[in-house]
């Protein structure tokens, strides 16, 4: 009789195998989990966060990118080829080199291709006497500016000094007068370049005077006096001048009065006509 086998056999078994996988270890918590490494990585995006807040508030980026932008253009002009040398204008009547060049706000030796063309056009237009502008790079070293100035209407004298006026009124000292400039109107009298485009559109009514006309006051803020070519002066009233210029036409065609010896129309009442003649050797007031 055989005898049964004994019951720790398979105990040794598994002891046998225990001792061949190793001893087991202790599962603990990642290393991730740590409480001190999870402190850690607080207190660090914490901070981080904080400079990043912080710098931004202050402006610190702002700064830096400012002067990253202004290191890297300066390393492109040390490398371009394209150094600004002249700067050429055409259409230049009026307005002075020295207003064109602060607009353009340029120097020689900048690079050619950083200027800001469309912001240079912007500026140049914002000078009052500058209708349009253009712009244009001409490689290898110039910068092309046409103007399409103002048109001037008029001259207006005040004291000794002559400005320029444009139909919108707009005003310039010219450095030097442009051709044609004696054949403007001569304006007179405080206010005048704010009420010229009155004026032009009281004019449109009768061609016949504004063909005669030389100069035009403006008369204590209110009203005009028109000075012909043969000194024949019209004194307009306050309201109503077109209805004055036009009967003064109607008369001049049946009487001829602005070519007779008047040396003033009155007009200054509606239902009322005043001529005065002229005296052996009087000027006419009005603009020196």
Do not use: C
């Not at 048109?151 to 444009?166: C, F, H, K, M, S």
């Not at 109107?185 to 009768?206: Q, T």
């Amino acid at each position: 009789m055989t005898a049964a086998p004994a019951k720790t056999a398979p105990r040794k078994r598994d002891y046998d195998r225990r001792k061949k996988r190793g001893p087991l270890r202790r599962t603990g918590q990642p290393l991730w989990r740590q409480p001190m490494v999870l402190g850690l990585v607080v207190l660090l995006l914490g901070s981080g966060g904080g400079a990043g807040w912080w710098a931004w508030r202050e402006g610190w980026l702002v700064e830096a990118r400012s002067r990253l932008d202004a290191l890297t253009h300066a390393a492109i002009g040390a490398v371009t080829p394209f150094k600004l040398v002249d700067v050429t204008v055409e259409g230049r009547e009026y307005v002075e080199k020295s207003a064109i060049l602060a607009a353009l706000n340029v120097k020689p030796g900048d690079s050619l291709l950083g200027i800001d063309l469309q912001a240079s056009r912007h500026r140049l237009e914002s000078i009052d006497w500058v209708a349009s502008a253009t712009v244009e790079r001409r490689l290898p070293d110039t910068l092309y500016v046409t103007l399409v100035e103002r048109r001037a209407v008029a001259i207006w004298q005040n004291g000794q000094e002559y400005t320029l006026i444009d139909r919108d009124g707009r005003t310039v000292r010219a450095s030097r007068m442009p051709p044609g400039a004696e054949t403007l109107l001569l304006l007179g009298g405080p206010g005048a370049p704010e009420h010229v485009g009155e004026l032009l559109l009281l004019l449109a009514y009768e061609p016949m005077v504004a063909r005669q006309l030389r100069a035009a006051v403006w008369i204590g803020r209110r009203r005009w006096n028109l000075i012909l070519n043969n000194n024949v002066e019209i004194w307009l009233p306050e309201e109503d001048a077109v209805a004055a210029l036009q009967q003064l036409a109607k008369l001049d065609e049946k009487y001829k009065l602005l070519s007779r010896e008047f040396g003033v129309v009155d007009l200054r009442l509606s239902d009322k006509l005043y001529l005065r003649k002229r005296g052996p050797g009087e000027a006419p007031p009005g603009p020196a």
